[in-house]
C-alpha cells in the first residue's frame, strides 16, 4: 500500500507537538530510551498510512495520559503541600478498624499479619491488570466498529486521571507500606516499594513489580487509588453500551480484586481506594452530563468522532 501523506497542517502539528514533548522531557524530567521508541512509533503511526493516522489519534486520550504522569516529575506534589502520612493512617482506624487483642490495627496492618500463598498470587494478577486490560478493552470497541464509544471511554479514561492527579497536588499522602517502613515524617525522594506485592515475586520468580516501583520517583499519590479506578470506568462502559458478556465478567472481577488488593498489599487504605471509585464515578459523569451538553465542546466530540472513523 503506498504511503497517502496527511495534510501540511497536520504534519506540522503532530511534529511541533512530538517536539515540544520531547524538548520539556528532556529538560525538566529525563530522557529515557522509551521517549524515544514512543516518538518514533507516533510519528510512523501518523504517516504511514491513513488507518494508523486515525488510530494514533485515537490513542491520544492514552499518550496523554501517560505523558501527563510522566511530567509530574517536574513538580513533585510533596513541593506544592504538606504530605498527609498520619490523618489518613488515623482516619482509616477510625472507621475500619480492626480489633486484634489490645490493639487496633489497620486492614493493611491485619492483612500484614495475615498472608496467603493464594492470595499472594492473584493479587499479583490483578495488580498487572490495572492499566493493561482497560487499553485492551478500548482497543476492542475500536476494533470492533464501536468508535464513538471507544473515544468516549478513552477521554473519561483521560480526566478520571487529571482529577487524581489534581488531588495529588491538593493533598500529597502517604501509602501504609510507607507509615509501616518509615514512620510518620515525610521524607522526599523515597524510594518505592513492592510492599505486600513481593509474593507474587517469591512464588513466580517473576519480579516484575520491583522494576516498575523502583521507578517510583514520588511515593506520595497515594490518595485516591488511581489503580481502583481504571478498570471501574471500563466497567461502566462495558455496561452502559453493547459489549460481550465476558467483557463485564472480566472486567468486574479484575475491578473488585484490585480494590481487595490495593488494601491485601498495603499499597492503598480503604479511604483511597474509595476516593479512587469517586474519581471514576465524578470523571464519568462530569464528561457524558456536563462537558457533552455544552455545545462547542459536543461539536469538537464530534469532528473528533469524524476524523477517527
Request: charged content about 10%; hydrophobic content about 55%.
Amino acid at each position: 500500500m503506498a504511503m497517502k501523506l496527511p495534510a501540511l497542517r497536520q504534519s506540522v502539528v503532530c511534529l511541533a507537538a512530538l517536539a515540544v514533548w520531547l524538548i520539556v522531557t528532556a529538560l525538566f524530567v529525563g530522557f529515557r530510551p522509551e521517549h524515544a521508541v514512543l516518538a518514533l512509533l507516533l510519528a510512523a503511526m501518523f504517516f504511514i498510512t491513513p488507518a494508523s493516522r486515525r488510530l494514533a489519534v485515537a490513542l491520544l486520550p492514552f499518550f496523554i495520559f501517560g505523558i501527563s504522569y510522566d511530567w509530574m516529575n517536574i513538580v513533585p506534589n510533596y513541593m506544592v503541600n504538606p504530605v498527609d502520612t498520619e490523618g489518613l493512617y488515623n482516619t482509616e482506624k477510625a472507621l475500619f478498624g480492626i480489633h486484634a487483642g489490645s490493639s487496633v490495627l489497620t486492614p493493611n496492618e491485619y492483612f500484614g499479619l495475615h498472608r496467603f500463598d493464594v492470595a499472594d498470587l492473584f493479587a499479583g494478577v490483578f495488580y498487572l491488570c490495572w492499566v493493561p486490560l482497560p487499553i485492551f478493552y478500548g482497543l476492542w470497541l475500536y476494533f470492533s466498529g464501536k468508535k464513538g464509544a471507544y473515544l468516549h471511554f478513552a477521554i473519561v479514561f483521560l480526566l478520571v486521571n487529571l482529577i487524581g492527579f489534581a488531588f495529588y497536588y491538593v493533598h500529597p499522602a502517604a501509602p501504609p507500606w510507607y507509615v509501616a517502613m518509615h514512620g510518620f515524617e515525610a521524607v522526599p525522594g523515597t524510594p518505592g516499594s513492592v510492599a505486600g506485592l513481593d509474593g507474587f515475586g517469591r512464588i513466580t520468580g517473576w519480579n516484575v513489580f520491583e522494576g516498575l516501583y523502583a521507578r517510583n520517583s514520588n511515593v506520595f499519590a497515594a490518595m485516591p487509588s488511581l489503580h481502583s479506578a481504571y478498570t471501574l470506568v471500563a466497567f461502566i462502559y462495558a455496561v452502559r453500551i453493547p459489549s460481550s458478556a465476558w467483557w463485564r465478567w472480566i472486567l468486574g472481577v479484575v475491578t473488585v480484586g484490585i480494590w481487595i488488593t490495593a488494601v491485601y498489599t498495603s499499597h492503598h487504605y480503604i479511604l483511597d481506594v474509595l476516593g479512587g471509585i469517586g474519581c471514576a464515578v465524578a470523571g464519568f459523569a462530569i464528561f457524558e452530563y456536563v462537558l457533552m451538553r455544552i455545545p462547542a465542546f459536543s461539536r469538537f466530540i464530534t469532528r473528533y468522532k469524524e476524523f477517527i472513523r
